[in-house]
């Protein structure tokens, strides 16, 4: 018997989870969420292991930035947490709070500790897709390329498909959206990333919660230099003050949104489902058509309407929704698209917990 405990630390939360690994494969035993702002680490896990301790085999954790190094799952080890410390300012809101329980875990247990790196699933994408058209010497000298994120979500919706459609080579050509308070969207060709919206940071692509997604850089020097804005003052902005939260000036939650009927609200989310609706486009460009979207994440898995609204009016690329199935697809899995639709649309509840325990086995 194997027990596996995961740590999926987010900005300002953690999930845990413990899974007991037998012949008949793995099982999830517990599943909680905290503040980690409210309790410690120390306090939280034992609290949340009590009696499972003694048995416990390795502790597996979420980092979210592994650089161009860390493109597979590792023991971790002094240098390894050197490493995540030197890529914190790539992740500033994520590597510092892992590595934080990396340490403290290091202090209870005397176990392997594994690091699952977000940006794994990535490290493969084309050049086309990771490079920036900038110097190639700023490039090569300051590690700079477009490195995704998001990456174990987007593999939990992959597997899943994968498993419900066996007869698709490695899954086919699928576009998957993690759709939360930070998103992102996918291009996947059997079984591999081509493409994905967030890049060097969290902060390309898709309108978020509290980040603006892609925005023109002129606007970060205007803002420097005629707005007279300091560098910190503008990274609190791009990370914690603009998307829909600034845009509707009322919240970053979804749900209040979409219960408020204010021109600022609406425009919020007419924006976000907007941003997401040309990388939809732009996606069957680069996968040459698609044979399903998936829809993940709290807003992903629980908003019809926001689903409803990103795929309007997308018939003619053959994406055609089944709007009863849509409507009562809510925090399940389920298929919402016509019989007649030549692309079909899943909703696939993301469980990470078991990508960071699996990644964890194949390590140790």
């Not at 699928?174 to 081509?194: E, F, H, M, V």
């Not at 967030?198 to 980040?211: C, N, V």
């Not at 649309?345 to 990644?359: G, K």
């Amino acid at each position: 018997m194997m027990r596996i405990l995961t740590i999926n630390t987010g900005s300002s939360s953690v999930r845990l989870a413990l899974f007991e690994k037998t012949p008949c494969g793995l099982d999830k035993l517990l599943s909680q969420k905290h503040k980690i702002n409210s309790i410690s680490p120390e306090s939280l896990v034992m609290a949340f292991i009590q009696d499972e301790m003694a048995d416990l085999s390795v502790i597996s954790h979420r980092v979210v930035h592994g650089g161009t190094h860390f493109i597979s799952p590792c023991l971790i080890d002094e240098k390894v947490a050197h490493e995540v410390d030197r890529l914190s300012p790539l992740a500033p809101l994520h590597n510092p709070i892992a590595l934080n329980w990396i340490k403290e875990c290091g202090k209870i247990f005397n176990i392997p500790q594994v690091a699952v790196f977000d940006t794994a699933f990535f490290a493969g994408l084309p050049d086309v897709a990771s490079a920036y058209a900038i110097p190639r010497s700023l490039s090569q000298k300051h590690g700079i390329r477009r490195y995704g994120f998001h990456g174990l979500a987007h593999q939990a919706m992959l597997r899943r498909w994968q498993k419900l459609h066996p007869e698709l080579a490695d899954g086919g050509r699928i576009i998957s959206l993690q759709l939360g308070s930070g998103c992102s969207i996918t291009a996947i060709k059997d079984g591999t990333a081509i493409d994905t919206s967030m890049g060097f940071s969290p902060l390309e692509g898709l309108m978020m919660a509290t980040r603006p997604g892609d925005v023109d850089p002129g606007i970060i020097i205007y803002l420097q230099r005629t707005g007279g804005l300091a560098l910190d003052e503008i990274e609190h902005v791009l990370n914690s003050s603009s998307g829909l939260l600034g845009v509707s000036g009322v919240s970053a939650d979804m749900r209040v949104l979409l219960e408020t009927d204010t021109p600022h609200a609406q425009q919020a989310i007419a924006l976000y489902c907007y941003r997401a609706k040309k990388y939809i486009g732009a996606y069957l460009a680069a996968l040459g058509g698609a044979e399903a979207i998936v829809f993940g994440g709290g807003v992903g898995e629980n908003a019809p309407v926001i689903r409803g609204l990103i795929l309007q009016d997308m018939e003619w690329v053959g994406i055609k929704l089944d709007h009863r199935a849509n409507s009562t697809v809510i925090g399940k899995e389920g298929c919402i698209s016509s019989p007649d639709s030549k692309v079909a649309v899943w909703v696939l509840p993301v469980d990470e917990s078991i990508i960071l325990a699996r990644e964890a086995l194949t390590v140790i």
